[in-house]
């Protein structure tokens, strides 16, 4: 029988109904699955503490579900044999850790077995950083100049994709300048060899971690002194080239 801590599944709810989301809005948020969220809320698996970290961040806990998974009702810090694995600092050293530590039967030797939930919160853990890895941004081809994103909603190729994935876009203009065009810039441009152009070098990010950088040409004759020529922030959306 699992026993899940009712304080996490509450505020979990509450969370969740506060900002209006489904187990698939959430599960595009977090990167785990609607029926894994869906049994953790109902009580019927027990919370990892790579889940509760997701959570708080989707969800604007300030750590709150992060904190009812590593204190236990007497106020100490519950031992997770995989711990250092979830907060980044690499599994291979940890699955040693634990392997060298961990239990077998006893027709086998070694230590008595540890607890039914000890097991359990390592096999969620090892579920999480294994399986649950980060899917890659892909490109969609089909849909990444579509007219009907990019002119009816106003998005560009990247925005569409990074959307269509259940990621937040985003650009970053980290350099203007002015210089000659490149030989196949100039023929793509209709430019004359040795015309300038205005490069706006860019970076582009989803959910805050970037993917991509990107280099914007632009004709001298078009932007003039416009803010594209020299300003790095074009306000909302400007950034979006």
């Known amino acids: 029988m699992v026993v899940v801590d009712s304080d996490f599944v509450r505020l979990m709810r509450r969370l969740r109904q506060e900002h209006g989301m489904s187990f698939r809005d959430l599960a595009k948020k977090a990167y785990f699955s609607r029926s894994y969220l869906c049994e953790v809320e109902n009580g019927k698996k027990p919370p990892s503490l790579h889940l509760a970290k997701a959570l708080d961040a989707c969800l604007n806990a300030e750590g709150q579900l992060t904190r009812l998974v590593t204190t236990g009702p007497d106020g100490q810090e519950r031992e997770f044999p995989f711990r250092s694995a979830a907060s980044g600092d690499g599994p291979d050293r940890d699955v040693e850790a634990w392997r060298t530590r961990s239990t077998w039967p006893a027709q086998l030797g070694g230590p008595a077995p540890v607890s039914v939930s000890q097991w359990a919160q390592v096999a969620t853990m090892l579920y999480d950083v294994f399986v649950r890895s980060r ?61 300038a152009v205005v ?43």
């Open 135 to 195: 899917p890659p941004l892909m490109r969609l081809g089909p849909v990444r100049y579509a007219n009907s994103s990019v002119r009816q909603q106003h998005l560009t190729p990247f925005a569409v994709e990074a959307t269509m994935q259940g990621r937040a876009p985003r650009v970053e203009c980290r350099a203007v300048s002015r210089k000659q065009a490149p030989r196949d810039v100039a023929a793509m441009l209709s430019l004359d060899l040795g015309d």
């Open 199 to 241: 490069l706006r070098e860019n970076r582009y990010l989803a959910d805050g971690r970037p993917v991509q950088l990107g280099h914007t040409y632009l004709p001298t004759s078009v932007v003039g002194t416009s803010a594209l020529a020299t300003e790095l922030d074009l306000g909302p959306g400007g950034n979006a080239t």
